[in-house]
């Protein structure tokens, strides 16, 4: 068996596809074809089904295909690993955040580090929190700034600071110019909201059942611009945290004396997965920039 075979064997099983996968990997189909044959030849059992052009993974080659994703991981970090050694000044920083981290936070953190590490470089990720543990999980990137996350995994997270959590409301809502409301006055409203296994629609749900609140949900929805804009709209009102660039001409937007809404952001990492010391050194800079 020869390491080539491996990839080979990995970028079919993701593509599904023998021509499009040849094409990715810049060999011809026929010999990627003979090199899968000769891997299922070795293995005693056949990997793929096929299905015209197309193959699919069966059972045995989704066993497989788990060891494989491990053995090449651990080839690529070792790799890493001795790079960084000899050049740590050059290293790369893979980092997943929230979407309403992007407009100022992330880009003033960025540009703060990189005043001190100029040559660091970074790979972005913007998600909701629900991917965001998914893609830190499957080792997609190194850190990611969310909330507490709820995973199997070993994730550590650090809090770095809290952000309010306002109700807005449409122009001309009775509530428009009131500077602060409890919670349950907005008991009968109509909501929009973003979709459950979001960990923003975890805090709702919670504030709501403080509140006793069974909240007549109108549309639930992934961005929070959409949903601002839906509030805009008329549709309803809805709970979310303060967005920099958001248009305030046709919303209004009200602090809650009670409950207390907010939500805490952190940084995370999975303990135990090598981090790189160019990961390290913004990891604790990150945690040192919040304080």
Not at 91 to 98: D, I, K, P, R, T
Not at 141 to 169: A, G, H, R, Y
Request: glycine share 6%; hydrophobic share 45%; aromatic share 10%.
């Amino acid at each position: 068996m020869e390491w080539n075979q491996l990839e080979y064997f990995q970028t079919v099983a993701r593509v599904q596809h023998m021509t499009h996968a040849a094409e990715i990997l810049s060999i011809s189909q026929p010999a990627l074809s003979r090199s899968i044959a000769r891997l299922e030849a070795e293995l005693g059992v056949p990997l793929f089904e096929r299905r015209g052009r197309s193959i699919i993974l069966n059972h045995y080659g989704q066993l497989f295909l788990n060891r494989v994703n491990r053995m090449i991981k651990e080839f690529q970090e070792g790799k890493q690993e001795l790079k960084d050694l000899l050049d740590p000044e050059y290293g790369v920083v893979s980092l997943g955040f929230l979407h309403t981290l992007g407009p100022e936070i992330i880009p003033n953190l960025i540009g703060a580090f990189r005043s001190h590490y100029p040559k660091m470089k970074f790979q972005l990720n913007q998600n909701n929190s629900y991917m965001l543990i998914k893609q830190i999980e499957l080792g997609e990137f190194d850190l990611c700034l969310i909330t507490p996350p709820e995973t199997k995994l070993e994730v550590q997270w650090v809090k770095l600071w809290s952000e309010e959590l306002f109700v807005i409301v449409p122009a001309g809502h009775p509530l428009e110019h009131r500077e602060s409301i409890m919670l349950d006055e907005i008991r009968d409203e109509s909501f929009i909201l973003v979709k459950k296994r979001n960990a923003l629609r975890q805090i709702t749900d919670q504030l709501f059942l403080k509140a006793d609140i069974v909240p007549r949900i109108v549309f639930e929805g992934e961005e929070l611009h959409t949903i601002a804009g839906l509030v805009a709209s008329g549709l309803g009102v809805s709970i979310i945290p303060d967005i920099k660039d958001l248009d305030r001409s046709k919303i209004a937007r009200i602090r809650v004396r009670w409950p207390k809404c907010e939500r805490a952001i952190g940084i995370a990492w999975v303990e135990g997965r090598y981090l790189s010391p160019a990961v390290k050194q913004f990891k604790e800079f990150v945690i040192d920039y919040f304080k």
